[in-house]
């Protein structure tokens, strides 16, 4: 026994720094597990605060970008009230169609990373807002990510721009569906993959929400097209998906509760019951 | 006694607060951010408590990653930094480091230089290896390494000298 003591006090610094080194990596491994929230986020009332802080000035900073976007989405939305017979005609215009208007939360991005591999965007409202997690997050030019985590005040949201993030999306014209994801490289860029051979593709259609995911409405819009590979291994198309969305200056945000969602997750946790 | 202990709290407050709301901020080319904030652990008192620099430098990591969600990794970076540190302060000055009166904040000698070279190294590459967690992207961190080493290193020296104490 006394021995034991005594290698433990001889050896205590090493001791600590592997209790240390254990503690933080298990953190890191923990956020990098696919869907599980992270323990150490910036939802949080010490980090929050300074974002918004921070955020208080940059606003101004933006103003001109963020009115000259507020202005498109009026002209956009006076066109659609004004040409109502034109509505089928106009693509792209209702990005938040088949949604209650009551069920949307506007927000807007205290802080925002593209600079990584795992960008997260944190957002100045959270759980007294009614934000819960997994809900989608859009702006008026497309979708932006999910939630991830929530403290009362503040969320964090999963960006389009990290390479854990899948989302559902299929291309307007033609229905067919794949999975949007991000290979790291580029801000303005993500991929749709898993596209069978069949759809027919041409550069420059429109990539949209499609209906499978609970978590975003259909017809949300992406992006286009931009480039078309094969991918050898499983002879799937590839698309280069150029986002509507500059995801490097977001303001204000909007958080879509689907209404739908909690009676079909119920029901669909109801088969696996079974 | 109690300066000392002051000092590494201010300093730990500020580096925090600039690495935040300044060199977060910077992407230079949209990938190479300066990490700054790591001059904390190398400006720690070469005979000051070993363990408090451990335990330091995890607190440090650990408000960082909550600053850019990230997990652990900064935790882990600045952790490996911290205990490799005496390690690297023989290898930058020799073996009988800790009988000197090393202060880094004086002008920069190459011993002093291949100091803060080898902890930028150290600590960045645990860093992005950690970020990127699969071996798909080796070139990327190998790339993203290189360049915020020398960014980092560059505004390291700056405010070493920004900070040194004025002798008249």
């Known amino acids: 026994m006394q021995q034991i003591f005594n290698f433990l006090i001889r050896n205590s610094y090493r001791i600590l720094f592997l209790l240390l080194l254990g503690l933080s990596l298990g953190l890191t491994i923990q956020s990098h597990s696919f869907h599980k929230s992270r323990i150490i986020s910036s939802a949080n009332f010490l980090t929050g605060n300074v974002y918004e802080k921070i955020n208080d000035v940059n606003e101004y900073l933006n103003l001109r970008s963020q009115n000259e976007q507020l202005a498109l989405e009026n002209a956009r939305l006076k066109s659609l009230v004004f040409n109502i017979k034109d509505t089928l005609q106009i693509p792209n215009l209702d990005s938040i169609k088949g949604v209650n208007p009551a069920d949307i939360i506007v927000t807007k991005v205290i802080h925002n990373s593209y600079n990584v591999h795992e960008n997260y965007i944190t957002i100045g409202d959270g759980a007294k807002k009614g934000i819960k997690a997994d809900m989608g997050v859009i702006n008026s030019q497309g979708i932006i990510g999910i939630v991830d985590d929530i403290s009362p005040n503040y969320a964090t949201v999963v960006s389009i721009l990290n390479i854990k993030s899948r989302i559902n999306a299929k291309i307007k014209k033609s229905n067919h569906f794949g999975s949007l994801i991000w290979n790291g490289k580029s801000t303005g860029f993500v991929q749709l993959i898993d596209v069978p051979r069949l759809a027919s593709v041409r550069k420059g259609d429109t990539i949209v929400t499609g209906g499978q995911s609970v978590i975003f409405p259909e017809n949300i819009n992406i992006g286009t097209i931009d480039k078309i590979f094969i991918d050898p291994k499983t002879n799937y198309y590839t698309l280069n998906v150029r986002l509507f969305n500059d995801m490097t200056n977001l303001g204000h945000v909007y958080v879509i509760k689907s209404k739908d969602r909690e009676e079909l997750i119920n029901l669909e946790n109801k088969q696996k019951d079974e | ?168």
């Open chain 2, 1 to 168: 006694m109690n300066s000392a202990l002051l000092m590494n709290i201010v300093r730990f407050i500020v580096l925090l607060t600039l690495q935040v709301v300044i060199f977060n901020k910077m992407n230079f080319l949209g990938f190479i951010t300066p990490f700054p904030y790591i001059l904390f652990i190398m400006l720690y008192p070469v005979n000051g408590n070993k363990s408090g620099l451990l335990i330091g430098s995890f607190l440090l990591g650990i408000v960082m990653d909550m600053f850019c969600n990230s997990g652990g990794i900064h935790a882990t970076a600045c952790l490996v930094l911290a205990f490799f540190r005496p390690y690297v302060f023989k290898f930058a000055f020799g073996l009988s480091y800790e009988y000197q009166t090393i202060r880094i904040n004086e002008a920069i000698t190459p011993e002093r230089f291949s100091f803060i070279l080898v902890s930028v190294v150290i600590h960045h590459f645990t860093l992005f290896i950690l970020e990127a967690f699969q071996f798909n992207f080796i070139l990327d961190i190998l790339l993203r390494t290189l360049a915020s080493t020398v960014f980092t290193i560059i505004i390291c020296i700056i405010l070493i000298y920004l900070i040194k104490p004025n002798k008249r």
